[in-house]
């Protein structure tokens, strides 16, 4: 068989592709669904100072090695470790991301079934006339009946097995730069509806009003997470896509970019969901409830609410399939480069590998409850395992092969594209990547194996 031909690899054509790529996989189910809830519950305001921080100090530094390992090496991840590192363990690193990137597509996709399944309720006008009992009900009903939820999980894996398969330039370049533009547009205009409700500014207290009284241990920890996950990094993703970033562009002003776009696109989500929860005089709920119950009763008494719930599953569908997209591709570039797989041999068995696992994970919510243990299904063993293992455990130790192993003089060249830019911050990411990020990241590991005593909620 043919040696994967590296002098030929595919890679983004220009600067915004690279952050319509990265921003999208970074903006997702994570932002618009867990993110505002997340913070409205855990103090408002005060989260956000602390999430914001986060991002800042831990997240763009991670994010930033990231594409330094993928750009230095031009590999998926496995290959990068294997070429930067050779004859080590590091490419075990690599490992762990592809196997998280099958553990995460597994639970991930199944929620994404549902957005599809709720768009198609949408536009039938399927809510119409529900009460919040029997929108309960039907929720409940639809995840748990096997069928349905698997058909729309398929159609989904299909979709980005499809963009995947087209390669980065000509599929992944290609369609986040239409879909990124388009679900800033779909979520500003819901910001509008929202906001211009009477009685909006409750909602907004909700979510920005700082409560320090809220915050402990857990609630930092838990911020920690939740900029990880929704950020992307921890798992290779942004190995792989640093891989196709071109040695012009700056890694740094990319990180810094996404991040924003990312924290931005998750207060948004907050600014568009709470106002409309308080307008209607509804608790705000968690998780799968607040997108598939709460929301569909709002949307039925608000004024456009047929046309607004439309384009918000539109926008969670969108958000969806561009971070779905991200980490398939992490799988793909590893069978193409490292077993030397054409590329629509690796979307085809990556692709099938995955849907298989995804199966799985939505029968466990209903017919089939008995796939799990300790009273998770595997469901919610796939998330847990995904956000609260593999993530934590992949970023701690990207950010300790490049604060310690790649060599100083690597990192800076790669970061100033051979000096030709001049990064003042340098040092400053250097000493976080040495020694404030593995700290931090560490807390958070121990958190999710439970050792404070709290196995804290994965982040979708
Ligand atoms: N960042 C995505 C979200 O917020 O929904 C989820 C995700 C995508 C996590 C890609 C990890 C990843 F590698």
Excluded: H
């Amino acid at each position: 068989m043919a040696k994967f031909d590296f002098s030929n690899r595919d890679s983004f054509g220009s600067k915004i592709g690279v952050i319509a790529a990265a921003a999208g996989s970074a903006i997702g189910l994570g932002n618009i669904w867990r993110f505002p809830y997340v913070a409205g519950e855990n103090g408002g305001g005060a989260f956000l100072l602390i999430y914001i921080g986060f991002i800042i100090m831990i997240g763009v530094p991670v994010m930033l090695s990231e594409f330094v390992i993928g750009r230095r090496a031009q590999r998926n991840p496995v290959g990068a470790f294997r070429l930067l590192a050779p004859k080590s363990r590091w490419p075990l690193i690599g490992f762990m991301g592809i196997t998280a990137a099958f553990t995460i597509l597994a639970f991930y996709t199944t929620v994404a079934g549902w957005t599809l399944e709720y768009l198609y309720l949408a536009v039938s006008n399927g809510f119409q006339g529900q009460s919040k009992a029997d929108l309960q009900n039907n929720f409940g009903e639809f995840v748990a009946s096997g069928t349905r939820p698997l058909v729309w999980q398929v159609v989904f894996m299909l979709l980005t097995a499809w963009i995947v398969f087209k390669g980065i330039k000509n599929g992944i370049e290609k369609y986040t730069k239409i879909l990124m533009p388009l679900l800033l547009v779909i979520i500003v205009g819901l910001c509008v509806r929202a906001l211009t409700l009477p009685g909006a500014s409750e909602g907004l207290i909700f979510l920005f009003k700082p409560d320090f009284s809220k915050i402990n241990g857990n609630v930092v920890l838990q911020a920690l997470g939740q900029s990880f996950f929704s950020l992307s990094i921890g798992m290779g993703t942004l190995i792989t896509y640093g891989s196709y970033i071109s040695k012009k562009d700056n890694l740094g002003l990319t990180a810094v970019s996404v991040s924003v776009a990312d924290s931005l696109i998750a207060i948004l989500a907050g600014i568009a969901i709470f106002p409309a929860v308080f307008a209607f005089n509804i608790t705000p709920e968690a998780g799968p409830s607040l997108v598939f119950i709460t929301l569909p009763l709002i949307f039925e008494q608000m004024p456009g609410g047929y046309f607004f719930e439309i384009i918000f599953f539109v926008l969670l569908a969108i958000a969806a399939l561009t971070s779905t997209i991200s980490v398939l591709e992490v799988a793909v570039a590893y069978l193409a480069e490292e077993l030397d797989m054409s590329r629509k041999k690796s979307t085809i068995i990556a692709s099938t590998g995955i849907t298989i696992l995804g199966i799985f994970c939505t029968l466990s919510m209903g017919p089939l409850p008995e796939l799990g243990f300790g009273g998770m299904n595997l469901f919610d063993i796939l998330e847990k395992l995904s956000a609260n293992i593999f993530l934590p455990l992949g970023g701690l130790f990207i950010v300790l092969f490049v604060g310690w192993k790649m060599g100083k003089n690597n990192v800076f060249a790669e970061i100033s594209n051979d000096g030709l830019l001049k990064v003042r911050l340098k040092w400053v990411y250097l000493f976080i990547i040495r020694f404030i990020a593995p700290i931090a990241i560490a807390l958070v590991f121990l958190n999710g194996l439970g050792l404070f005593g709290v196995f804290s909620g994965g982040d979708l």
